[in-house]
């Protein structure tokens, strides 16, 4: 069965440090999403991607954040600098449609700034 | 504010049992609802999606039902398995805009 790659699995890095994560959605899904999920929270979007294109970047905090699909396929997110408040898992998710299918996600990346 | 509600507490059932979880929902007309499982450290996997105009859904063990009326899903699992514990979460699909998403509500299924 396809699976949505990402890595690393893990991360720890110290405040202020550049930290990335990278995804690989199934093969054939047009539409990219980057969630952060805290703890005992549901995921909070953070970008939308549509091929290449941002949809939806609402909710993510650009002095620090960046994402990326360049060529429509993977994605890279950017933290720069990293900060506390920043330690979450991030997930990786891609769809066919918005509703029929569901989303399919990764595993994520605990990241964990000390 | 718009708002997505699951029960906070965890749900414990007998293994063998039937398990309702809740969703409730305030100022959305959702097109449609989905649940998902997610285990500890992994992401979510999707189960199942209703659409507004469809009562009940099933799957295997899974039912869900979807009422417009009084804004509320039910997600249920009958003949529980220990395997079957897990967080459970639903995420409304407002037409046209992006998932909203509750906090999940934490099924245990005691042997």
């Known amino acids: 069965e396809a699976e949505v790659a990402q890595s690393p699995r893990y991360k720890i890095t110290e405040k202020s440090q550049a930290v990335a994560f990278w995804c690989d959605p199934i093969?054939?899904?047009?539409?990219l999403y980057w969630y952060r999920q805290i703890l005992g929270q549901g995921p909070e979007l953070l970008v939308q991607?549509?091929?290449?294109?941002?949809?939806?970047d609402s909710q993510l905090p650009k002095d620090r954040f960046s994402a990326e699909r360049l060529k429509g396929v993977d994605s890279t997110l950017k933290i720069q600098p990293a900060e506390l408040g920043d330690s979450a898992m991030y997930l990786c998710?891609?769809?066919?449609?918005?509703?029929?299918?569901?989303?399919?996600f990764g595993s994520g990346t605990r990241l964990t700034v000390v | 504010s718009q708002k997505i509600e699951q029960n906070s507490e965890a749900l414990n059932i007998q293994e063998g049992k039937t398990a309702t979880l809740t969703c409730n929902y305030t100022?959305?007309?959702?097109?449609?609802l989905q649940w998902y499982r997610q285990d500890p450290g992994r992401g979510p996997v999707f189960l199942l999606l209703?659409?507004?105009n469809e009562k009940e859904k099933r799957k295997e063990r899974l039912k869900v039902t979807f009422d417009t009326t009084l804004k509320q899903s039910l997600f249920h699992i009958t003949a529980s398995q220990p395997a079957d514990s897990a967080t459970y979460l639903c995420?409304?699909?407002?037409?046209?805009?992006?998932?909203?998403w509750g906090a999940g509500t934490k099924l245990i299924i005691k042997p």
């Open positions: 998710a891609s769809s066919l449609a918005k509703t029929a299918h569901g989303y399919t």
């Open positions: 093969s054939g899904h047009a539409t």
């Open positions: 991607f549509q091929d290449e294109s941002v949809v939806d």
């Open positions: 100022n959305y007309s959702p097109a449609y």
């Open positions: 209703i659409r507004e």
């Open positions: 995420a409304l699909d407002p037409s046209n805009y992006q998932l909203i």
